[in-house]
């Protein structure tokens, strides 16, 4: 189902206007080379449900609870961003029913002392499952309340023993061809990676997610396995991880790469620094977004910064953005 709301930044908004040229030319090719060859391309639009009804049992950590409303779970599971199926919110939920998520494996790699390649059985055997409710807050300027289920990256990172060279963890996320139509365009440079500093992905509110509204994810949520930080805007938050690197040097990143004057590698969700094309001083929270709702003010760390702020003192966060 695609929910659109009139004040939406559109993805012609989000993307430089060349690359989303190219896009609409590529797509159109795309659907018609698809139907074409008579595979199941854009006109094949599945229906899919929105949620898996396999429960994952996990005990509610209150001290990662959040009192804002719980967004639904009918808005969390079909107003998505997961390119790889398209860019309109509607996408993901109707297009990503194909993703193969099993088998899964995802390899741990780069400075660590214990290299591995994880089943997704094992991976979240690695540490209890904790429900959390976290805030999420797009760059495009809107915001979700979701209860996920996961643990502390922290868990797994103190388990494959990094080496004094890790200084960022980078996040690779699948891509699979015959599944995902986004990948014909060139709205990004797949595969989508993602990456955080070290004392980032150590923090421990950084989630490895496998689960949301009590359920294993969704897939376009990112299953089988994504990450989730709460205090960055959301497309820190990589879904569908087949990769965890450890490296030395700062990751060139997929928005970092498409957009660097406006996506900076930090991302730190931040009132003070507008987008270059828009204010980011405040947020529609999704479902509270009737004809007469006031926007939310949004908060400095997506009101995480008791936790995080120390890990940016120092830093200038208008330069460093
Ligand atoms: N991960 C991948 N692989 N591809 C994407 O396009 N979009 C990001 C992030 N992770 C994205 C991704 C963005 S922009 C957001 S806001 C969140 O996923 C949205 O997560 P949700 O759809 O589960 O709310």
Known sequence: MLIRRPSDVLPSEITPEAVYRDRRRLMLQAGLAASAMGLAGWSDRRAFAQTTGVKLAAQRNGAFVVMDKPTSQKDVTTYNNFYEFGTDKGDPSDYAGRLRTSPWTVAIEGEVRKPQVLSLDDLRKLAPLEERVYRLRCVEGWSMVIPWTGYSLAALIRRVEPTGNARFVEFVT???????????????DWPYVEALRMDEAMQPLTLLTFGVYGETL??????PVRVVVPWKYGFKSGKSLVK????????????VKAAPQEYGFYANVNPNVPHPRWSQASERRIGEDGLFSPKRKTLMFNGYGDQVASLYAGMDLARDY
């Open 174 to 188: 699948a891509v699979q061809p015959d599944t995902m139509p986004g990948l014909r365009t060139r709205v990004l």
């Open 218 to 223: 969704p897939n376009q949520n990112g299953a």
């Open 244 to 255: 965890i690197r450890f490296v030395e040097k700062q990751p060139a990143t997929s928005w």
